[in-house]
C-alpha cells in the first residue's frame, strides 16, 4: 500500500564517519538503519482483512538499509542497499 489517511515511520540509525573534509565533500558516512513504517486506511483499521490475529491486524511492517552517505556542497547522495533493492521487480512479471 502506497496511500492511506494514516502513516507513521519510526527510525533508528547508526554512522561511522569516513572521511571528514572541508572543501566541497564535507563528509563520507557509513551508515545502518532500522525501524518500522505503516501506512493506513481508516478501513483497515476499522474492519481489518480476514485471517489475521492479535498484532498482525496492524499494517506495521519492519524497515531496514545500510549503506554509504556523501554529504557536498551541491547536496547529499547516498548510495545504499534499500536503493539496489528497489530496482529489482517484486515477484513474477506477466508477459503477454
Known amino acids: 500500500m502506497r496511500f492511506g489517511t494514516y502513516a ?12 571528514t573534509g572541508k572543501r566541497s565533500v564535507y563528509g563520507i ?3 545502518v538503519s532500522t ?4 501506512v ?3 478501513r483497515d483499521l476499522t474492519d481489518p482483512p ?11 511492517d519492519l524497515t531496514y538499509n545500510l549503506g554509504v552517505r ?3 556542497a551541491l547536496g547529499g547522495a ?6 539496489l533493492l528497489g530496482l529489482i521487480p517484486a515477484g513474477p512479471t506477466v508477459q503477454h
Open 8 to 19: 507513521a515511520k519510526l527510525d533508528v540509525e547508526y554512522r561511522v564517519p569516513i572521511f
Open 29 to 31: 558516512d557509513f551508515f
Open 35 to 38: 525501524g518500522l513504517w505503516g
Open 40 to 42: 493506513a486506511g481508516r
Open 50 to 60: 480476514s485471517g489475521y490475529h492479535g498484532a498482525a491486524r496492524v499494517p506495521v
Open 70 to 72: 556523501l554529504d557536498t
Open 78 to 83: 547516498t548510495i545504499a542497499f534499500s536503493n
